[in-house]
């Protein structure tokens, strides 16, 4: 199974980043997908999650602004982040679970400056 983000990088307060992961070695339509967070010296916190069948949930700080969705064809997962703050800095996991499958990447960094 592997799990593999990109999309992070520097942005100013305001702006706009779109997270993806790509899956393989899972049958990913079967999975449900989630975004969490952590920033330094926090603990790990779920920012947002997409059901297999589609149903979305979302954190309250960044409800709004943040939009998971899922590409099954593509075996991928997205977070549009707009209207980015200086505390969304952190890094972002994709993770996917099926019943006790569950699986983790290796993050990607996300930097809004003020």
């Known amino acids: 199974v592997q799990l593999v983000e990109s999309g992070g990088g520097l942005v100013q307060a305001g702006g706009s980043l779109r997270l993806s992961c790509a899956a393989s070695?899972?049958?990913?339509?079967?999975?449900?997908m989630s975004w969490y967070r952590q920033a330094t010296g926090k603990q790990r916190e779920l920012v947002a999650s997409?059901?297999?069948?589609?149903?979305?949930n979302y954190a309250y700080s960044v409800k709004g602004r943040f939009t998971i969705s899922r590409d099954n064809g593509k075996s991928t997962v997205y977070l549009q982040m707009n209207s980015l703050k200086p505390e969304d800095t952190a890094d972002y996991y994709c993770?996917?679970?099926?019943?006790?499958?569950?699986?983790w990447g290796q993050g990607t960094q996300v930097a809004v400056s003020s």
């Open positions: 993770n996917a679970r099926f019943r006790s499958f569950d699986n």
């Open positions: 070695g899972i049958i990913f339509s079967i999975y449900d």
């Open positions: 997409i059901t297999s069948g589609g149903t979305t």
